[in-house]
């Protein structure tokens, strides 16, 4: 009898304090964080790293040997505001002038550039996969949007460059010829070579795309709870200084080509302020959502 109860009393022990402290049911039925359900050692993250950056370089080598076999096609598609630029100002047929091997080379920097634009969706894709998993459910559908957008948002910057900036820009450029018979001592001519005038377009183009980034990049910081409209509307000022500092940086040493790639950086700066604002005002709805379902 006396064992029955010793017994007994182990067991009511055991439910108290040990193991027992909550019922079996309540322990499988807890639900699993998803960040922690998809942890994994870092031996297993950095080989998936480097299956992921084989996979992006292998694509960008994929699209660069067709990129060079067109590069002649799209550096005669390139060349056209260059083209009407001269040709509405000049009796003369357009011609650009090249080094030894400088077209050669030229044909291997378009090449490149092409299959970088090419490859872009896939590397991002990769990168997506590979953050993923320490992301929420909802994290992941937030961001997924922006890595549509990115590349949209690149090809309207090279597209404003092509159909407006270049056409200005080479328009200044031929405007400032002038003949020996107009006043000058010898006749000054535009003279442009064929890696010069890649150098400028393609300039612009990856300064213009990367410029036309900025609402995306402010709009993820703002949902990460990193920047808020007010901290953007105060320090306008100094964001204007830093746009025309970035601007000089990314653009040729000329005027025209600063100023437009600066104020189109200010335009979207004041669109990245709006864009926020809609962000946080959502982002604080949610969190009073959450609190009064707490409540």
Same mark, same amino acid.
């Given at each position: 009898?006396?064992?029955?109860?010793?017994?007994?009393?182990?067991?009511?022990?055991?439910?108290? !304090?040990?193991?027992?402290?909550?019922?079996?049911?309540?322990?499988?039925?807890?639900?699993?964080?998803?960040?922690?359900?998809?942890?994994?050692?870092?031996?297993?993250?950095?080989?998936?790293?480097?299956?992921?950056?084989?996979?992006?370089?292998?694509?960008?080598?994929?699209?660069?040997?067709?990129?060079?076999?067109?590069?002649?096609?799209?550096?005669?598609?390139?060349?056209?505001?260059?083209?009407?630029?001269? !040709?509405?100002?000049?009796?003369?047929?357009?011609?650009?002038?090249?080094?030894?091997?400088?077209?050669?080379?030229?044909?291997?920097?378009?090449?490149?550039?092409?299959?970088?634009?090419?490859?872009?969706?896939?590397?991002?894709?990769?990168?997506?996969?590979?953050?993923?998993?320490?992301?929420?459910?909802?994290?992941?559908?937030?961001?997924?949007?922006?890595?549509?957008?990115?590349?949209?948002?690149?090809?309207?910057?090279?597209?404003?460059?092509?159909?407006?900036?270049?056409?200005?820009?080479?328009?200044?450029?031929?405007?400032?010829?002038?003949?020996?018979?107009?006043?000058?001592?010898?006749?000054?001519?535009?003279?442009?070579?064929?890696?010069?005038?890649?150098?400028?377009?393609?300039?612009?183009?990856?300064?213009?795309?990367?410029?036309?980034?900025?609402?995306?990049?402010?709009?993820?910081?703002?949902?990460?709870?990193?920047?808020?409209?007010?901290?953007?509307?105060?320090?306008?000022?100094?964001?204007?200084?830093?746009?025309?500092?970035?601007?000089?940086?990314?653009?040729?040493?000329?005027?025209?080509?600063?100023?437009?790639?600066?104020?189109?950086?200010?335009?979207?700066?004041?669109?990245?302020?709006?864009?926020?604002?809609?962000?946080?005002?959502?982002?604080?709805?949610?969190?009073?959502?959450?609190?009064?379902?707490?409540?």
């Amino acid at each position: 009898m006396s064992k029955k109860k010793s017994e007994n009393g182990d067991d009511k022990k055991k439910l108290v !304090g040990g193991d027992w402290d909550q019922p079996p049911d309540i322990i499988d039925e807890a639900p699993e964080d998803e960040v922690e359900a998809s942890r994994a050692p870092l031996l297993d993250h950095l080989i998936e790293l480097r299956m992921r950056l084989m996979w992006s370089l292998a694509i960008l080598v994929l699209t660069f040997i067709p990129s060079f076999i067109v590069s002649v096609p799209f550096f005669n598609f390139l060349i056209v505001p260059f083209v009407n630029a001269v !040709g509405d100002s000049s009796a003369s047929e357009p011609t650009l002038y090249f080094a030894p091997l400088e077209f050669f080379f030229t044909r291997v920097r378009l090449a490149f550039m092409a299959a970088f634009v090419l490859s872009t969706p896939v590397v991002a894709y990769h990168l997506y996969r590979f953050v993923s998993p320490g992301l929420y459910k909802n994290e992941r559908r937030a961001v997924l949007p922006f890595l549509i957008a990115m590349p949209i948002l690149f090809l309207a910057g090279a597209a404003l460059v092509y159909f407006m900036i270049m056409p200005f820009v080479m328009q200044f450029a031929v405007g400032m010829e002038q003949q020996a018979m107009e006043g000058a001592s010898a006749n000054i001519t535009l003279l442009t070579k064929v890696g010069e005038y890649l150098s400028l377009i393609t300039t612009l183009i990856l300064g213009f795309g990367m410029a036309f980034q900025l609402p995306v990049v402010l709009t993820l910081l703002a949902m990460a709870g990193f920047v808020t409209p007010e901290f953007l509307v105060k320090n306008r000022r100094f964001a204007i200084v830093a746009i025309f500092l970035v601007a000089a940086i990314l653009t040729p040493p000329d005027p025209i080509s600063q100023i437009a790639l600066g104020l189109t950086i200010f335009a979207l700066y004041e669109i990245s302020i709006m864009a926020v604002r809609m962000v946080t005002k959502r982002r604080k709805q949610r969190e009073e959502e959450e609190e009064k379902a707490l409540v």
